[in-house]
Every structure is written in structure tokens, then in C-alpha cells.
């Protein structure tokens, strides 16, 4: 039997996940903003955020302007594959995505990441000397009462 | 702007930061998609022509496991094209079986061996704050090295 030749979808599209983890700002509300400014470009909806797919231009000011809601919680990446692809799909392969674990793996990290990307853009990260983790002296024993006390309203602000 | 190799080459992170300073991320995710979109692919759902594991040969011997030639086809033409480079060393998530291994181990090596003439950055993931913003300002400092806007 000949196989139909190879159709590819999509031809000159780009698609880019952008992953939001942050506690002001939800996959949700991140998505209604992108439909609002998103003039026809396809959106797919996640648990993580969304994907985009569209031309380089359209893509890119979409996400320029989405990365202004919160600039040090929102990460952008390329994909390879368009949405619903049948050959990345979990819908048609089941079990998780390809590439879901990579995901699952960075995401655990990525508060470090944006911790690190607040403290760059702040004004007196400039001014600050540089300091390596192997140089930091971490005191040795238990943690103090008080400076549990203090880390944890630090959290709750 | 520069073009910057990304090890692990699908990392979030990375492509994050490397886009944010005004840079070009070379991850696989491009290469694919330019695969998917060519109609002269032969093979889905495989995404191999028969000319991938010719290219892949310049980089790995036929004795070698053949999934190394075919994830080659994709990673070396992006070697090749780098100006500069960032590798994370305990990058948990590269893991894999024997082709995806050898492949990690062959990615390294060869940035590792282009690091005399192209910058390389050698970091860690960060497992905590402090680490956290040691990372970025590495990946910053390297990235403004480079030049470029920041976006």
C-alpha cells in the first residue's frame, strides 16, 4: 500500500509555550489576557499557561506584551511541534507528553530562577559585590526561632 | 545578538534567559520544527530523512549506537553554528536511554572542544535562593559579554 505523501500543518508558523508560576498571577488570567491581545493567533490553553502559535512577529509581540504582567514569573520556550499534533498529542499517545518531565524538573527550580531575576533587576544588585556560593559561609546548626519567624512573614507579604 | 548552544538543549530556563538578554537560544525545538514543516519528509511519525543520518556521521562513527547519528543531525548543525554556549552540568531531566546518553555525552565534549574558540559558561541548577541568584547573575554577566539589547 503507498503511503499518502507527508502533509505538514502549520508551514511557517512558530509555536512558544510560555509557563507562568507566580502567586499574583494565574495560568487562568495570564490566558484571558492573551486572547484579549491575541488578534486570531491560535492559543491553546494549560495548566502551566498556554501556547502560542502564529507568525515569528505576531507571536513575539504578544509575549512582549504578556511578559509586562509579571516579568520576573513568566518563561517563554520555543516547541517544535504545533498543538494537538497528533504525534506529541497525549490525547492520541496517552500517558504523559513527551517532554512533560523536563517540564515537571525545571519548574521545581524556576522560584530560584525568578528570586535570581528579581534580585538582577533591582537597584542595588548593581551596587552589591559579587558573591559566589562557594564562597558563602552558612552558619552551622539549627535554625533560630526568630529567623524562622521572620522568613516566614517574609513569605506571607 | 548572538547565537547561543543550550545544554540541556530543550530547557526552559535557559531559553528563558538566554531570549531575555537579547540572545538567540539554538535549541532542538527549532530544528524540529523545521523538520515537521519541510514536505519532503519522508518518514512521520519518525521526522528522519534519509539524509539526517549522513549528517549525523560527521559527528559519530557507524559503530556507534544509531540513535546518536540521528539525535546528532539535529544538535551538531547547531554546535557548528554557536558563538557562545551554556551547559548545565546536573541537568537530571537529560537523562535517557543509551542514544540519549551517549548523544549528552558526545554534546558536551564537543563544546567542550570548541571552547577555545567560542565562550562557555560551566553552571549548576540552583537548589535554593541564594544559588538561585547566583545563577542568573553567571548567566547575565556571560550574556552581556556578548553584547546585545536586553529585551
Known amino acids: 500500500m503507498i503511503k499518502p505523501p507527508y502533509e505538514p500543518e502549520f508551514i511557517g508558523t512558530v509555536t512558544k509555550y510560555v509557563f507562568v508560576d507566580s502567586p499574583n498571577t494565574t495560568p487562568q488570567s495570564l490566558a484571558v489576557r492573551a486572547y484579549e491581545i491575541s488578534d486570531g493567533v491560535m492559543i491553546k490553553e494549560t495548566c502551566f499557561g498556554m501556547m502560542i502559535t502564529g507568525t515569528e512577529e505576531e507571536v513575539n509581540a504578544i509575549i512582549t506584551k504578556l511578559r509586562e504582567i509579571d516579568p520576573h514569573h513568566i518563561f517563554v520556550k520555543d516547541r517544535g511541534f504545533p498543538p494537538g499534533d497528533i504525534r506529541r498529542c497525549r490525547a492520541n499517545l496517552g500517558g504523559a507528553r ?5 517540564h515537571e524538573f525545571e519548574m521545581s527550580l524556576i522560584r530560584y530562577v525568578s528570586k535570581g531575576l528579581e534580585a538582577a533587576d533591582s537597584p542595588q544588585s548593581a551596587d552589591e559585590q559579587p558573591t559566589t556560593v562557594r564562597d558563602m559561609k552558612h552558619e552551622a546548626g539549627p535554625l533560630e526561632v526568630e529567623r524562622l519567624m521572620t522568613i516566614i512573614q517574609e513569605e506571607e507579604q | 545578538m548572538a547565537d547561543v548552544f543550550i545544554y540541556p538543549s530543550t530547557s526552559l530556563i535557559l531559553s528563558d534567559l538566554v531570549q531575555r538578554y537579547g540572545h538567540t ?23 528522519m530523512t534519509p539524509e539526517d543520518p549522513k549528517k549525523g556521521l560527521k559527528y559519530a562513527a557507524v559503530e556507534v549506537p544509531s540513535g546518536v547519528r540521528g539525535r546528532m543531525a539535529l544538535f551538531g548543525p547547531l554546535i557548528e553554528q554557536a558563538e557562545a554556549a551554556i551547559i548545565v552540568n546536573d541537568a537530571d531531566l537529560a537523562f535517557g536511554c543509551q542514544g540519549c546518553a551517549r548523544t549528552n555525552e558526545l554534546i558536551k565534549f564537543l563544546i ?7 565562550p562557555v559558561l560551566d553552571i549548576t541548577y540552583p537548589r535554593n535562593d541564594d544559588e538561585g541568584i547566583e545563577f542568573v547573575r553567571e548567566i547575565k554577566t556571560f550574556l552581556e559579554g556578548l553584547g546585545g539589547e536586553t529585551s
Do not use: F, M
Request: charged share 15%; hydrophobic share 30%.
Open chain 1, 98 to 102: 513527551p517532554g512533560y518531565y523536563g
Open chain 2, 25 to 47: 537560544p539554538l535549541n532542538v525545538a527549532v530544528q524540529i520544527r523545521e523538520h515537521i514543516q519541510t514536505p519532503s519528509i519522508e518518514s512521520p511519525p519518525l521526522q
Open chain 2, 112 to 118: 567542550r572542544e570548541k571552547s577555545a574558540t567560542i
